[in-house]
Nanobody, 119 residues
Framework: QVQLVESGGGLVQPGGSLRLSCEAS????????MGWYRQAPGKERELVAG???????NYKDSVKGRFTISRDNAKNTVYLLMNSLKPEDTAVYYC?????????????WGQGTQVTVSL
């Protein structure tokens, strides 16, 4: 069973930076997209950033220009560099790997890592 292990969350002041990492415990095949989602208290989980197997990226409008998603295929790892953090970025961040083969689809999820932006 493949597991996604996240790290890098924590408490940071507004304007600060954090880098989240998500490492897969084993190789994952048929990856369509890797991404980061977040969920704040009382809100639905939302896509923050995604990167396809071809390297194309997409971002939530509110994080464009501040967050950067990247991946290291050799290390089975996806990263999220977050700069100029704002209090509204506070949430639990989840790593996601979406796979598909033929008519089958499967989502892998990490356990979540807390990011708190506060004075």
């Amino acid at each position: 069973q493949v597991q996604l292990v996240e790290s890098g969350g924590g408490l940071v002041q507004p304007g600060g930076s954090l880098r989240l990492s998500c490492e897969a415990s084993a190789s994952i095949f048929s990856i369509i997209r890797m991404g980061w989602y977040r969920q704040a208290p009382g809100k639905e989980r939302e896509l923050v950033a995604g990167i396809t197997s071809g390297g194309s990226t997409n971002y939530k409008d509110s994080v464009k220009g501040r967050f950067t998603i990247s991946r290291d295929n050799a290390k089975n790892t996806v990263y999220l560099l977050m700069n100029s953090l704002k209090p509204e970025d506070t949430a639990v961040y989840y790593c996601n790997v979406f796979t598909a083969w033929g008519s089958n689809e499967y989502d892998y999820w990490g356990q979540g890592t807390q990011v708190t932006v506060s004075l």
